[in-house]
């Protein structure tokens, strides 16, 4: 029988399947080091630094080559391989996978919690419409620095976007400096009004007259006939828009009403409040509060060479960076 991938610590001879010792001694060493308490990353430095030759014939490990071997269930033997590692011993590694995954992606998912802030998915990049997101600059360093960039800033390791970089604390700013605005002009809240809900389109109304018709006449086979219903859902959801301002312009209300004005962060009336921030690279950034009221902020974050990427607190030219 022929095989086209060996596994480690076997060889063919003469069409048979044998083992090959000193393969097969690795393979043993593996899973004894692992199910004792040893990660897929230490085993994989120590038999890289002593020189251990993989199945390539390469002294080259890492955590992928390391854990093929774990979860290969050949080790165990069947009708073609000896059997290499003993079933409780199999069953051990294989345990400690599952319990090593599952720790793993718990800590990633609290991780990704922990990232997440009052201002994810609440800043956009008012050139290209993609959200900002939070990047690390020099991490693990003394010079370590979080910024808010656009999620187009680096993409596949090209500069794309060039819009502004924000610090947290540049954006608690402009959120105070909108807000107070819009407390000394509160008139602007009064001025919201309900939208009217928009006329039956020429095209609908053709289009219900049509399906009325073909059902009339009982010609429900007719392929004509989920085409027009899927446009008519169409244009339905398209206009099917929440007219929602006036009880937005209550809430703005109430939560404004007592606060004369605004010295420090909240973050509660930030949730509360505030709809969207986008930022453009001319100089300025809307934000949109809740029921429709723009406010819109001049920002000076323009570098002494003329470059734009920089937040005004922090004129330092800024490189490639790690994404949180």
């Known amino acids: 029988m022929m095989q086209r991938h060996m596994p480690m610590g076997y060889k063919m001879v003469n069409g048979a399947i044998e083992i090959q ?12 080091d692992y199910i004792t308490g040893k990660s897929m990353f230490a085993i994989a430095k120590d038999l890289t630094e002593k020189g251990v030759l993989n199945a390539n014939k390469k002294p080259n490990w890492n955590h992928g080559s390391v ?12 009708e073609c391989y000896t059997r290499l590692i003993d079933e409780a011993t199999f069953i051990k590694a294989q345990e400690r996978r599952s319990s090593v995954e599952k720790k793993l992606s718990r ?54 976007c060039i819009n502004h970089f924000f610090t947290d604390d540049d954006l608690k700013e ?3 400096e909108a807000t107070s605005q819009l407390l000394r002009q509160r008139w602007l809240i009064e001025k919201i009004k309900p939208q009217e809900p928009p006329k039956m389109s020429m095209d609908l109304r053709e289009i219900e007259n049509r399906i009325k018709e073909l059902e009339q006449e009982d010609d429900y086979s007719n392929p004509e ?13 398209a206009g099917a828009k ?25 973050e509660e009336l930030f949730k509360a409040i505030i ?15 809740i029921g429709g009221i723009v406010i819109e902020r001049p920002i000076e974050t323009q570098r002494k060479d003329g470059k734009y990427g920089s937040s005004k607190k922090d004129g330092s030219n800024h490189t490639a960076s790690n994404e949180i």
């Open 67 to 78: 854990g093929k071997i774990l979860k290969n269930i050949k080790y165990q033997g069947d």
């Open 21 to 32: 010792e000193d393969h097969a001694k690795t393979v043993i060493s593996i899973f004894k």
């Open 275 to 289: 709809k969207q921030m986008t930022i453009y690279k001319d100089t300025k950034i809307a934000v949109e509060f």
């Open 174 to 176: 402009i959120f105070i």
């Open 242 to 266: 929440v007219y929602d301002q006036p009880r937005n312009a209550e809430k703005l209300k109430e939560a404004l009403a007592d606060i004369s004005s605004l010295n420090e962060f909240d």
């Open 225 to 237: 006939l989920p085409e027009l219903i899927m446009r008519r859902a169409q244009l339905y959801y």
């Open 107 to 160: 800590t990633q998912k609290v991780q990704a919690l922990r990232n997440q802030t009052v201002f994810s998915g609440m800043i956009r990049c008012g050139e290209c419409g993609e959200n900002y997101k939070k990047y690390i600059e020099h991490a693990g360093k003394p010079s370590e620095k979080v910024k808010w960039k656009c999620k187009h800033y680096i993409y596949q390791n090209r500069v794309l």
